[in-house]
DNA sequence: CTGAAAGCGCTTACAG
DNA sequence: CTGAAAGCGCTTACAG
């Protein structure tokens, strides 16, 4: 048995040398699909395990112009949403082969270098998490032929595809089961300004609220940093007529604002404040928070951008799709449970308003 | 101005003829340090532009035989400290024009796979962060000359650098402190029991402990993950007599433990029960925890990663380099205070006995 | 400073 | 089923 220790350049020819056939036969032997005589092929794969022999894929890659590569853009990676769907997206994108470029930090938030590497690279595909794209790049993507997919993002550009939860609907769940919980006085604190899952779940909380006759609305804004948020929570809790009900626009925000309102302001949770979370992530589950969220699917969200971008792919189509999936406000300690409508569900209690 | 949109197939060859020159001209004017003339450059740059060309970095790799692409194999991204060790190896490995190629999840476990993709791939360089890797396939890589650095982690193989920190005189600090706040009965709540981080900190823990008198304590395994963290901690704090201090391997873990101690037990932390982890990850900030904790300088460590990374490339020597760095024991609240050995640095407090 | 040419390590018609 | 040959898009001696 030989060690199998590889020296710098083994090639294909010199696999076919030591097995006596031609260098056309090492590729097909390690081409799943292509002909070769079972006899020729036990002798090169035993050849190739004498000398160490890869196919070398980047050589691969230049013929087939295929990468078998995903680039993946996500800014941050602080709120742990992220990296359980890079987690997520690894393991997926491992099983189709395919692997994983990521962009992450201060670099991914301005698109123009970032996307500079990514064609240098000819990438198969990219995957925007936590960042938006330019019309002109994403054009550019859909006219190299490039799918895009963006992640928990959504945009009206024509070549680029979406996955998101219904954010509004989400919203407006959240503003109906804190009307059920008899709050008074309601507050938001955002997202990011420009993102449409933060447009998206205030409108739908503010559009509940409004049916129940609450139109006035305490605003601040957290930029899904936790440093924002806990000003924006400071201020909002100063006021003289401080809100009884929260919702902050993820989970990430919503354990810094728990933090402010327990340990800053001497307020107990949920007796004093209703907290509302999104994402229902890690922390949230944590009994120090119990937060209750609004459940992203997360799995489901990994599977629908992986599908369409293996779609995509084979098909060499770019019709941008848009899926959109649907989460389930989780019931935990950080807000004031209502009277009905809560029900348990697979041993965790939902929120289910006239069911 | 054109849009630059880019289509398909851009090559050098189209750029040469729209320019009116070579393709050789083209390949120099994307190469820093080539010789091309200021004139030849701004008409090819032109073309290129026109075009939307980008070089073909895949192509660029067959033939220079460098990727520019590092490897990066982290097994879970569950402890925050590995998502902010991967935020700042991202930006510092594009600081250095090079890519990272993740490989997370289930398959970095068995590492055979993931390994067979990364000679594939023909990286330039990996780093294992939560991972460990056997000697064959280190062996392997520094046959066919691939650096590689195991991060936070050590091991004897000839060929691996590594980067740490003093895991074992953070745990004999650790020790120290708990001595010092006068508790009297110790428990260690381990990480995976393989890893030398863990045996390092234990053996520190073990030996300060011992100089004060304390040859007993409890130990149960939470192999780095919370589940196993919390049954541990349950079953060490059910016990007749149970600790009043605990060192839980790293923060992670340790924030279950909290939870679990308060919520489970009814204890209260510090008054009932110390707790101290390692790591001074995001969490242990949080004032709901308050970890008191021996910090790892996660800046200084990417740095050193990268560095070794970078000089082995460069040289083409591959000689294990193991840098080891030193951290603080962080004080916050989760643990008695001494009376003395805690001083102020940079707005931090922490433990420096005999200082 | 420039261009023609060889070659990086593969895949894939093509002819047999 | 197999081999010889062309070619993927570049870089880089080499000669001028």
Redesign the pocket.
Known sequence: MDSGIKRP?????E??RRA?????????T??PG????????AKVLAAAKELG????A???S????KSRIIAVVMAYLENLFYPDVLEELGRQLAAQNYRLLLFTGSMARDSDPVFDQIMQYRVDGIILASTSLSSELSEECAAAGIPVVLFNRTTERDAVSSVTTRNREGGRRIGEFLLAGGHRRFGYIAGLETSSTNRDRYAGFAEALAEGGHTDIAIGTGNYSRADAEAAAREMLALPDRPDALFVANDHMAVAVMDVARYEFGLSIPQDLSIVGYDDVGPARWTSYGITTMSQPLKRMVDATVDILMEQISSGEIEAEHRILSGELVVRTSARVPESGVVEIDGRRVFKPKG
């Open positions: 350049g083994v090639t294909s020819s696999v076919a006596g056939v031609s260098q056309s036969a090492v590729s097909r390690f081409t292509a002909s070769i005589a079972p006899k020729t092929r022999y890869r196919p070398n980047i050589a691969r230049l013929i087939t112009n």
